[in-house]
């Protein structure tokens, strides 16, 4: 007979009570890896029973961030909003097998009672004071309007194992852990808490591996004590390590980590992002560091996994998202480019014909819009050219704006930046002057790049130091003392543009001497 072999299903589970962070994005990455590898299912449950801090807005972060880092679920998402008449039929099945039990021990004497453990040396834990409350007297506190929780019954002197994928095997005491709640009564209902949601949750939904952080250790042993209460079936259980700041303190905003649409907003990459978020925790055999997301699932393994927490390295995401973006096909990269010229101000977008169908990517996005700058068209190759040029240079596209703003207004000039650092303004002036008139003898159709570099080589062998002679003509075109190549720069610009440009430096040079 022949061993059956289990479906792999496993879950992402957030609570919508904030944006999507780096935490939950790289355990809902690892889930996804683990059940593409694996040929299984990947679920998204919503889990919003705490309706007072679930809000729409955080839900629509979460799903939408999902899908610019391509994770895609086979299933939901659910809610367990949505879900509460199930809760409801396992919670009376808990309390009519006498496994939970009504509590109405004030927040205060709860709090009273820990200190009092606490001050004696002893793990805090509920006493167990309102176990031997019967069903009839608790309900008829709860018609009278009194506040109670419930809570499940944890037997003693018992050892729970948990054979951890990554951490190996983990054992926990019932008698530290006491009675925990499971629900609250509110309003004469009851709303599930979140280790029973869950538990019902992945039975319901025939769970076969948990997925998660370390954070959630400490809630195993509280789950597995209910799926078997309830005779359910106990899912395997695997802990991501932590993620830690690079100074090895708990992961926070100071250490650069924000919520993964502000890394869309700052112009990283979602394949960059997922290639990142891969390598806190995990490794490959090879020691590899990129990869792209089908790379990811040929690779990928729980037992490549560490144990140690994982450090989080800003530096390192800068230089993976550089790489991406240099592997980047240029129609592509524009078109993530695009909102980040739009935002600078460089270019505007109209609708040019609503009869085109909604255009998802690629270059069929251009034809649908009129692009436009300073009430100019500018064309699709022309940006395509001027990001060429700094495909190579940049770490993320918010850096756009700086390094390529001179394609799209005058530059600021001034005489200190013009002057090479072996020259003089009065020297500065002299070879500008000179290069204008050469550029003025190229034909238009010439143009270009090539023509550009011969002509300010010829003129640097004659002056006997290239620095003076390309210099000051970059730095008239762009403002900037670091750019691309002047030849490159100006065969975009074209020639009226860029002897223009150079008039300009030519005239605050003249100011500045005559002055």
Known sequence: ?????????????????????????????????????????????????????????????????????NLIWD????????????????????????????CFCTPEELRAEREYQIQKGEPPKYSGKCRTISIEE??????????????FKVPLGKIIKIKDLIKGEVKFKTDLIGDFS????????????????????????????????????????????????????????????????????????RHGAVAIRNYKEEGYLPEAMINFLALLGWSSRDNREIFTLKELIENFSLENVQKSPAIFNP?????????????????RLLEESMPFFIKAGFIS?????????????????????KITTTGQPISYERLKRILSLYQERLKKLSELSELVDFFFKKPKLEVEKLVWKTSTPQETL?????????????????WKEKALKETLLKYAEKIGDRG????????????????????????????????????????????????
């Not at 002299?430 to 010439?446: G, H, W």
């Open 1 to 69: 007979m022949e061993k059956e072999v289990k479906e792999i299903r496993v879950r992402f589970a957030p609570s919508p009570t904030g944006n999507l962070h780096l935490g939950g994005a790289r355990t809902c990455l690892f889930n996804f890896l683990f059940a593409r590898k694996n040929k299984g299912k990947f679920i998204l449950r919503i889990e919003d029973t705490d309706q007072e801090r679930s809000k729409p807005e955080f839900i629509e972060d979460i799903i939408e961030n999902l899908k610019w880092l």
């Open 75 to 102: 299933e939901g998402p659910y809610f367990q909003s949505q879900r509460l008449e199930i809760y409801q039929y396992y919670l009376q099945k808990l309390i009519q097998e006498k496994k939970a039990y009504y």
């Open 349 to 369: 977008c109209e609708i040019e014909s609503e009869t085109f169908p909604p255009a998802y990517g690629g270059q069929e996005l251009f034809f649908k819009y």
């Open 430 to 446: 002299k070879i500008l002057e000179e290069e204008k008139k050469l550029f003025s003898q190229i034909e238009e159709k010439k």
């Open 138 to 151: 608790a309900k008829k506190r709860i018609i009278k309007g009194e506040k109670a929780i419930l809570r």
């Open 315 to 331: 530096q390192k995401l800068d230089y993976i998202n550089s790489i991406h973006i240099r592997r980047m096909p240029l129609d």
């Open 182 to 253: 499971i629900a609250v009564i509110e309003n004469k209902k009851i709303r599930p808490l979140y280790n029973f949601a869950v538990v019902v949750d992945d039975q319901e939904m025939k769970i076969s591996h948990i997925i998660r952080g370390e954070d959630h250790l400490s809630n195993t042993p509280k789950q597995i004590l209910l799926q078997k209460a309830l005779k359910f079936k106990v899912p395997e259980f695997a802990h991501l390590p932590l993620i830690l700041g690079p100074d090895k303190s708990k992961l926070s905003k």
């Open 468 to 515: 003076k002679v390309f210099w000051p003509p970059r730095v008239a075109v762009t403002g900037k003392e670091a750019s691309a190549p002047f030849t490159e720069i100006a065969e975009i610009l074209g020639k009226k543009e860029t002897l223009e440009r150079i008039n300009r430096a030519l005239n605050l040079l003249k100011k500045q001497l005559n002055g």
